[in-house]
Each structure stands twice: as C-alpha cells, then as structure tokens.
C-alpha cells in the first residue's frame, strides 16, 4: 500500500541519499510530503459518514462473534451505537454505555438543536 512517506522516500534515487547527509535527507524527504492541512481536507472530502444500512450487517456479524461472551452491539435510530454487557445466563443487562440516561438528554438536546442559540443581536 501506498502513503506519502514511502512515496517520498522512494523517489528519491539511492545514490543521491548516500551523497548527503543525515540531516539533508531528513529535509528533503519532508519537503516532498504533502501537507498535513491538504490531506485533512482531502481526507474530508472522501469520507462520508456511514448510514445507519452501512452499519446494520456488519454489527449484525460482531453480535454473533461477540454473544457467546456476554457483549451486544444495537444501532438505535439516530446512528448512535449502543453497547451492552449481557449476563449469559439471566439475560439481564450488566452495563450499558452509553447510559439509559444519557440517551435520553442526547435526545432532549436534539430537540432543542435550533432554539439554544438566540439570534437576536
């Protein structure tokens, strides 16, 4: 696989590398990476958020990996992904994260998204 460290350091020829020194190899394989601002936002640009299809199968497969030990995965319906720690053999759930509670103040804050701000000058 490709990244912009190999790619650097690659094309620089062998024969140049051993002609300088420690420090000048340093700077020049440096000078020919990109930027960490431009691979930010090309970063951005190509991830997208998965949906909340994109989620389903794949927990759909740790939950039954992970069942026999007693851990459950749940995508509720904002995307938020909710793990439980399952007593085997009662079924009753040990620990949840996050919290019952603050589901239901993540959900309260939903609400109320547009009215926290007041826009009157």
């Given at each position: 696989?490709?990244?912009?460290?190999?790619?650097?350091?690659?094309?620089?020829?062998?024969?140049?590398?051993?002609?300088?020194?420690?420090?000048?190899?340093?700077?020049?394989?440096?000078?020919?990476?990109?930027?960490?601002?431009?691979?930010?936002?090309?970063?951005?640009?190509?991830?997208?958020?998965?949906?909340?299809?994109?989620?389903?199968?794949?927990?759909?497969?740790?939950?039954?990996?992970?069942?026999?030990?007693?851990?459950?995965?749940?995508?509720?319906?904002?995307?938020?992904?909710?793990?439980?720690i399952?007593?085997?053999?009662?079924?009753?759930?040990?620990?949840?994260i996050?919290?019952?509670?603050?589901?239901?103040?993540?959900?309260?804050?939903?609400?109320?998204?547009?009215?926290l701000?007041?826009?009157?000058?």
């Open positions: 696989m490709s990244s912009p460290l190999t790619d650097a350091t690659n094309a620089l020829s062998s024969s140049a590398l051993h002609d300088l020194t420690p420090r000048q190899r340093k700077e020049n394989i440096l000078a020919s990476l990109p930027s960490a601002g431009s691979m930010l936002a090309q970063a951005e640009s190509h991830a997208m958020s998965p949906s909340q299809a994109d989620l389903v199968e794949p927990i759909q497969r740790i939950n039954e990996v992970l069942r026999q030990y007693g851990v459950e995965f749940e995508l509720n319906d904002t995307t938020r992904v909710i793990t439980r399952v007593d085997r053999e009662s079924g009753d759930v040990l620990r949840q996050p919290a019952e509670e603050v589901l239901a103040i993540a959900e309260r804050l939903d609400e109320f998204k547009g009215s701000i007041n826009l009157q000058a």
